[in-house]
């Protein structure tokens, strides 16, 4: 189903409107609901009601054709068909997005391949990774047809190593999750790196301590 759950879309859109996004690549669009709400409030807000008078770029991509409507047309400064594996690599290294929005998409694919997006994206966003996810094993796992079909199952513990800000939600029982990640700055180490930096450091630490501890040992007289 082409569409978005309610739960955090006004902490979503106040965190995405908040960073004054020049252009913002919506990866899954759907029925089109993120166009319209960023459009209003990133252009038509500040009296922009024309779309001649729009400033923001908001693309967006869709895998299926024919579930683009006219009214996302009119609201998406360009629509992409394809796969989002393909085409979020392919557009953020072409253009600069401020704001990379997974919203309800990345569990529509095999878990490895969200998880290589995602770190992907979190590097060539110039600014901010919006996700929106449903966790856990409560959720249905076919859709109606086959792009809606949960291809992955989500916990928390999927997003260590990520900066990000993480917002939990209950639908029926079931969590439901938005996490905005802070995009890696050019020069600036991802917080993953640090962390897998850290490992081998302390790995390394206590490799020569250990190397210390025996060389020690050997050189100790026996006690008799």
Not at 49 to 74: A, C, F, L, N, Y
Not at 149 to 171: E, K, M, N
Not at 207 to 217: C, S
Request: net charge negative.
């Amino acid at each position: 189903m082409p569409l978005s759950i309610w739960l955090g879309m006004e902490d979503c859109l106040q965190v995405i409107t908040e960073r004054r996004p020049r252009a913002v690549l919506d990866a899954g669009i759907g029925f089109g609901l993120w166009g319209h709400l960023l459009r209003q409030y990133l252009d038509v807000w500040a009296g922009r009601i024309r779309p001649e008078q729009w400033k923001t770029r908001i693309d967006g991509i869709e895998i299926d054709p024919s579930r683009v409507q006219p009214h996302s047309q009119h609201l998406y400064s360009h629509i992409f068909i394809g796969d989002i594996r393909n085409l979020v690599p392919q557009l953020a290294s072409e253009n600069t997005y401020d704001v990379i929005l997974f919203g309800d998409v990345l569990e529509h694919l095999p878990k490895e391949d969200a998880l290589a997006l995602l770190r992907t994206a979190t590097h060539l966003a110039a600014d901010l990774v919006v996700v929106r996810l449903p966790l856990g094993d409560g959720w249905r796992k076919e859709g109606r047809e086959l792009p809606d079909h949960h291809r992955s199952q989500w916990s928390l513990d999927d997003f260590v190593g990520h900066p990000a800000t993480i917002r939990l939600y209950d639908y029926f029982g079931n969590p439901y999750v938005l996490l905005y990640i802070e995009a890696r700055v050019q020069g600036k180490p991802f917080a993953g790196d640090v962390l897998a930096d850290m490992e081998r450091r302390l790995e390394k630490i206590e490799e020569g301590l250990l190397r210390i501890m025996e060389a020690d040992h050997a050189n100790r007289d026996p006690v008799s």
